[in-house]
């Protein structure tokens, strides 16, 4: 921990609900472009994408409105009781994900040279997207802030945002596989420091 190497991609990472998005704003105020997976995530799924076929093929209507939009929600639901629907659609996404996140990386690399690209990636670790990357910086709150954040935000009940979180790799365990920590538990200006001296760490 606490190792920048100045070469290589940049990457936020963090739990559901740790602040993930909070703090890539926070970049983004102070200059930084931000490449944001999860919305990636939905662009790869649109209507008639090889993605939303795949899908298609392996859920079946009931998981699509009439228009063809994907059913989120419920997909969601479903994830979270099923792994082995979870690594399919997970199988399905992640490549094109990562290939989206790329070719948007080299598009900004080329057209503002020098100013940093971050990738806020939710599930680096569990999508093994991680060695692609030489700068990982963690949003960090202890599980129970977590769930609470979640419940809050999303109008979860506990069993519900807890179950959500078994779905991802335990928060703590992203420690010991990131360089830079930002602990998001206390106030919004108490982040807002330590963003501060991570991008005088980037920049420097
Ligand atoms: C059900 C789907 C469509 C998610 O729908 P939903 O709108 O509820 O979630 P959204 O995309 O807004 O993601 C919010 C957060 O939920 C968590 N989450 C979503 N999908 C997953 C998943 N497959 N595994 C673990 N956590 C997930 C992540 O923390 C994510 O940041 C899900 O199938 C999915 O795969 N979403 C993409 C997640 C992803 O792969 N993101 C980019 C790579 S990190
Ligand atoms: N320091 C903070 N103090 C109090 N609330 C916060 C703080 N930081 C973020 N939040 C709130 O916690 C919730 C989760 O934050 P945010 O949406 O940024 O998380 P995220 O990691 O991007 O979530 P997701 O994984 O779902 O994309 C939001 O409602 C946000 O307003």
Not at 25 to 52: H, K, N, S, Y
Request: a positive charge; aromatic letters at 6%.
């Amino acid at each position: 921990m606490g190792l920048i190497v100045k070469t290589g991609k940049i990457a936020i990472t963090g739990g559901i609900a740790t602040g993930k998005s909070t703090v890539a704003r926070m970049f983004a105020e102070l200059g930084a472009i931000i490449l944001d997976a999860d919305q990636v995530a939905r662009e790869v799924v649109e209507v008639g994408t090889p993605c939303w076929k795949s899908l298609h093929h392996l859920l079946g209507p009931a998981f699509f409105e009439k228009d063809g939009q994907l059913k989120r929600r419920k997909l969601r639901d479903c994830i979270i009781d099923d792994r082995e629907c979870r690594n399919k659609v997970n199988a399905i996404l992640h490549p094109s994900i990562l290939e989206k996140m790329e070719q948007e990386w080299q598009y900004h690399h080329r057209t503002h040279p020098g100013r940093p690209v971050i990738f806020d990636i939710p599930l680096l670790f569990e999508g093994k997207f991680h060695p692609h990357f030489g700068t990982i910086i963690l949003v960090y709150v202890p599980q129970e802030i977590q769930i609470r954040r979640l419940m809050e935000r999303d109008g979860l009940s506990r069993p519900e945002a807890e179950k959500t979180l078994t779905m991802q790799l335990p928060i703590d365990s992203k420690k010991s596989l990131s360089h830079l920590i930002i602990d998001n538990s206390y106030s919004i200006d108490h982040t807002k420091q330590q963003v501060q001296a991570v991008w005088n760490q980037l920049k420097n």
